[in-house]
T-cell receptor
Framework: ETGVTQSPTHLIKTRGQQVTLRCSSQSGHNTVSWYQQALGQGPQFIFQYYREEENGRGNFPPRFSGLQFPNYSSELNVNALELDDSALYLC????????????FGSGTRLTVV | ELKVEQNPLFLSMQEGKNYTIYCNYSTTSDRLYWYRQDPGKSLESLFVLLSNGAVKQEGRLMASLDTKARLSTLHITAAVHDLSATYFCAVDSKTSGSRLTFGEGTQLTVNP
């Protein structure tokens, strides 16, 4: 059974650029949630995808968008990057809408300069 | 809006001592999770608590849940240096949709 994998592990972007982060869900999981964790804070919910549809969104602007593919992997896209977008981005996969708990990936560390 | 509060936020303790981390939340919960995070790393699942009175133990850590008081505790027994990390509680509540709402985290340092 493979776990949740995220790519890339680290990246540095310039303010105003766009970035795409990727997440492969654990085998058998059809729900993917994305979280942003700023330094020294708890993770904040960005949005969740269930069976390729967005299923709930946190308090993030529209320049944060996502996709889920038929194999249940997912992408997080952030447009017009701001310095405050620098954070650890965590992906979590689960069975039906969190049933059975959440498995987190190792995260992508994004630095915006 | 669901709020989750942890205290203390910072905890420095000596090896061999006992201590408790508290997690309060503002609405009914369906599941309560405890996670461990080492610096620069992802979240490691420690416990999931499903019902009132639930108690789970793993090694020197024991978690409990009181849904009436909307309170969970993580008790550390005879701390060792390897337990140094940041601990988060997180609530999964149907009233806030299928998502985890995290506390601010408790940064634990265990000194020799």
């Amino acid at each position: 059974e493979t776990g949740v994998t995220q790519s890339p592990t680290h990246l540095i972007k310039t303010r105003g650029q766009q970035v795409t982060l990727r997440c492969s869900s654990q085998s058998g999981h059809n729900t993917v949630s994305w979280y942003q964790q700023a330094l020294g804070q708890g993770p904040q919910f960005i949005f969740q995808y269930y069976r390729e549809e967005e299923n709930g969104r946190g308090n993030f602007p529209p320049r944060f968008s996502g996709l889920q593919f038929p194999n249940y992997s997912s992408e997080l896209n952030v447009n017009a990057l701001e310095l405050d977008d620098s954070a650890l981005y965590l992906c979590a996969s689960s069975l039906e809408l969190g049933r059975g708990g959440y498995t987190f990936g190792s995260g992508t560390r994004l630095t915006v300069v | 809006e669901l709020k989750v509060e942890q205290n203390p936020l910072f905890l420095s303790m000596q090896e061999g001592k006992n201590y408790t981390i508290y997690c309060n939340y503002s609405t009914t919960s369906d599941r309560l999770y405890w996670y461990r995070q080492d610096p620069g790393k992802s979240l490691e699942s420690l416990f999931v608590l499903l019902s009132n009175g639930a108690v789970k133990q793993e090694g020197r850590l024991m978690a409990s849940l009181d849904t009436k008081a909307r309170l969970s505790t993580l008790h550390i027994t005879a701390a060792v240096h390897d337990l140094s990390a940041t601990y988060f509680c997180a609530v999964d509540s149907k009233t806030s949709g299928s998502r985890l709402t995290f506390g601010e985290g408790t940064q634990l340092t265990v000194n020799p």
